[in-house]
């Protein structure tokens, strides 16, 4: 139980020391508990229970109120972390709880209680007392926002001629982009701030971005500036101040990726993808909360609000722009934040290659011109977050592995279940399906030949090669096998075979001859502990032995034992598990 978070310091009167602090104290000290763990030669695997006290903007009644957003803010970033920990790191079965700021009695009895009931749920929030769920659900779009789709009236925003607007991160591709587009709907004064000196390709950009306009009265800007040092930033604010048009906007855009398993990031590479949307968003705040702003807009990622695997730093530090903009509405002042898939053709989707992942998410990347259309929208509607993403439910949610979809997204779990079905009744997924029950009906030494030839065919398929091509003695990585890609293997074969691998495997046993040896040594393990649970029942997965199995469940295991019981059986299928837990219900004089 990571308890750390609870120490750092409140927002108010916060200082970049003190969030480099609550970075430290909440996610480096969880990445190297997690690494630690994962180096640990032990079989069993601890349960991650990660709490931190008004991190997750949920209001308890109506509206949210300045304290449940300003103790927490600092510690928001493991949100973000945690998420990407349940999808790399199943085994952990990392859970978040965010306990109230304002109510503080009986903590210890609410966190025992919450260990102790067992629960599927990996996320909770207490507030007035009251335990909250997260949940996906259908919900009405804003009113403005489905006034504009229902009368195909796209209203867009009027920028003020006499107003100055900045860009952080405007010398990027996104950037650029968006200034042409605000130039196009009257934006006369815009300051681009980036990171490094100006492009001689940037340079051109800009030329041709005023020469599109023909008022000459167009002013862009170009400062390079380190937006995490305010030292760096106050400076380009005093300008503006005293020679340009008052300041009416904000877009903080600047960001920077570093890609990589848990098992393999050190701190250096969180803190550097940490430092522009954190201290970066949080020097634009100071600076700017006397102003009369028309609007402050973050620009997030769908990382911070679904999980993105092997981005834990960047879900961690968009986590905290997605608090911020809570922060700065409860305080009355303007702030959106917009979790962003992936824009195709500009931005880190295409410098940094990472289109290919959204699609393994299943969120599809956004075109430019779809992107801007929304952003349009958005300026018409009082939200402090929103995502903004194509997604394909069902290939997002068979993401995860062993069929374990996460609570909160089982109110849309119904329609992947009759897309799979579809997808099984084709011949290829029958002829999949029937060497996937015999190569679990096969003993050790017999299952090893199946087995090999079936992580072949899946390596195979991920990369693109004939099976013939791929070594079983070759590094996977030396094969072009990425970690993304790692991920998605992981995630298949372990719901194929109903068995947990964790990702660390994938470094440590790097080739497929040493993975699926591994694998093999696991089924063995777990067919060795179904069938010693079961007693003289010999379980082999047809529905006469399991109803077999149920019925003797029913009569035998007294309601203290169903935890253990489950845990021993927790190999089976989803629907198998389901109908001992029915028998088991069923067998208890009341429901515990």
């Known amino acids: 139980m990571h308890l750390w978070s609870l120490t750092t310091p409140a927002t108010d009167n916060l200082s970049l020391d003190d969030l480099d602090i609550a970075a430290k104290q909440g996610c480096e000290s969880t990445l190297h508990l997690l690494q630690a763990f994962m180096g640990a030669q032990s079989t069993r695997v601890p349960r991650l229970w990660l709490i931190t006290r008004g991190a997750n903007p949920v209001a308890a009644k109506g509206a949210l109120s300045l304290a449940e957003v300003t103790s927490g803010m600092p510690q928001s970033p493991l949100w973000g972390m945690g998420k990407v920990i349940a999808l790399e790191c199943p085994e952990f079965k990392c859970v978040r709880i965010d306990l109230d700021p304002t109510h503080s009695d009986h903590e210890v009895e609410l966190l025992w209680r919450e260990i102790d009931i067992g629960s599927l749920e990996d996320q909770v929030v207490y507030r007035d007392r009251q335990r909250r769920v997260a949940r996906l ?11 504009n789709q229902q009368d195909g009236d796209r209203k867009q925003p009027k920028f003020q001629h006499d107003g100055t607007y900045l860009i952080t991160g405007g010398l990027g591709g996104l950037g650029l982009r968006v200034a042409h587009w605000m130039i196009e709907l009257g934006a006369q004064t815009l300051v681009l701030i980036g990171r490094n000196s100006v492009k001689p390709t940037t340079s051109q950009q800009l030329e041709a971005l005023i020469e599109a306009q023909k008022p000459a009265t167009i002013k862009v800007i170009t400062r390079q500036a380190d937006v995490t040092k305010p030292e760096v930033l106050a400076p380009i604010f005093d300008e503006i101040d005293q020679a340009l048009p008052p300041l009416r906007g904000v877009i903080h855009a600047a960001g920077v990726l570093a890609d990589g398993f848990l098992q393999q990031l050190a701190w250096q590479d969180f ?74 053709e500009i931005g880190m989707a295409v410098k940094y290659l990472v289109e290919r992942q959204y699609k393994i998410k299943g969120v599809g990347t956004i075109a430019p011109e779809i992107g801007l259309e929304v952003l349009s929208q958005l300026f018409s509607q009082s939200l402090p977050q929103v995502g903004v993403m194509p997604v394909d439910w069902h290939d997002l949610i068979t993401q995860f592995p062993s069929n374990q979809t996460p609570p909160w997204l089982s109110e849309v779990a119904a329609f992947p279940k009759q897309k799979q079905f579809q997808k099984l009744s084709s011949p290829q997924q029958r002829e999949r399906w029937q060497k996937l029950q015999k190569l679990k009906t096969l003993a050790g ?31 996977l990585n030396m094969i072009g096998l990425d970690s993304l890609m790692a991920i998605e293997l992981r995630n298949q074969v372990g719901k ?10 994938f470094i440590e046993e790097p080739s497929l001859e040493n993975l699926a040896t591994w694998i093999n040594e696991q089924l063995e393990h777990v067919t060795t502990a179904i069938n010693t649970s079961a007693g003289e029942a010999q379980v082999e997965g047809t529905d006469t032995e399991l109803a077999t199995i149920s019925v003797d469940l029913k009569q035998s295991i007294q309601p203290h034992q169903a935890g253990q019981t489950l845990a021993q059986l927790e190999q089976l299928a989803d629907e198998d598990v389901e109908q001992l837990l029915n028998a088991m219900i069923a067998g208890t004089e009341e429901p515990t």
């Open 445 to 475: 030494e017999q299952r090893y030949p199946l087995l090999l030839a079936y992580m072949q065919e899946e390596v195979s398929r991920i990369l693109g090669l004939p099976s013939s091509q791929l070594s079983v003695q070759q590094p």
């Open 496 to 505: 194929d075979l109903n068995l947990e691998i964790p990702i660390v495997k």
């Open 271 to 344: 803190s550097r993808v940490l430092a522009p949307k954190v201290a970066g968003a949080w020097n634009l705040h100071q600076l700017t909360q006397s102003r009369s702003l028309d609007f402050f807009m973050l620009f997030s990622s769908v990382a911070s609000l679904l999980g993105s695997p092997c981005q834990a730093n960047y879900s961690a530090a968009n986590a905290f722009l997605d608090a911020l903009a809570h922060y700065r509405q409860a305080q009355g002042l303007p702030g959106l934040s917009i979790n962003w898939g992936a824009w195709s």
């Open 137 to 147: 659900v259908r919900c009405s779009v804003p009113n403005t926002l489905a006034a």
